[in-house]
């Protein structure tokens, strides 16, 4: 089972690439994000911990943790949101190699995908045979993340800003996939990169 990490910026359309891979092969796909959202839900491995340190205020009336109030308080302090990321960025790591773990085990999986934003800065080369960098033309993505999630162009461009340069990613990431155009073409480059279809 070969293990490959995905990254790109915010609007390369990874998802969508993603779910194309899920549907014409053998594999898996985990997503460091969702995998991170799980792990603050109430019973999680890691509830008590970022309750403990963000404060019972952050709760909702039914105990579990209000995301929006949580986002809101670490974006304004940067010792917040470094605990918070030693909290969840271990767990997620561990969830996804014992998910790697049970899927090798099982012998059914060719592919094994994780999907992460911090893919570089986590050090996910690590624990993947290769990563794969989805790129596309900075205004294609301004434009797609302003319509597909209501964002000025001010918000779009501080949100872009925020990641790693082209040149970063390039650097780390061993097979570049060019997400500019049309879907198919996309598609085309994957299935050349897995040798199918």
């Avoid at 190699?97 to 090798?104: F, G, N, T, V, Y």
């Avoid at 461009?157 to 040149?167: G, N, P, R, Y």
């Avoid at 500019?180 to 299935?191: K, L, N, T, V």
Wanted: aromatic share 8%; hydrophobic share 40%; net charge negative.
């Amino acid at each position: 089972m070969k293990i490959i990490g995905i990254t790109g910026g915010v609007g390369a359309g990874k998802s969508m690439l993603l779910a194309y891979i899920e549907s014409h092969y053998s594999c898996r796909v985990i997503y460091a994000d969702l995998t991170a959202k799980q792990l603050q839900e109430k019973g999680s491995s890691c509830y008590e911990e970022l309750v403990r340190l963000l404060g019972a205020d952050v709760l909702w009336k039914d105990g579990s943790i209000d995301r929006q109030k949580m986002a809101h308080r670490i974006f304004h302090d940067q010792e917040l949101l470094a605990g918070v990321n030693a909290i969840l960025h271990p767990a997620v790591k561990r969830t996804i190699l014992a998910e790697i773990k049970k899927e090798a085990d099982s012998g059914k999986t060719d592919y094994f995908f994780i999907e992460a934003a911090l893919l570089i800065e986590e050090h996910y080369d690590e624990i993947c045979d290769e990563l794969w960098y989805i790129y596309a033309d900075e205004d294609v993505r301004r434009r797609r993340i302003m319509e597909t999630r209501g964002y000025t162009q001010t918000k779009a461009d501080a949100i872009m800003k925020s990641q790693l340069t082209e040149a970063d990613f390039r650097r780390h990431c061993r097979v570049v996939i060019d997400n500019s155009g049309e879907p198919e073409e996309a598609y085309r480059q994957i299935d050349i990169q897995l040798g199918g279809r």
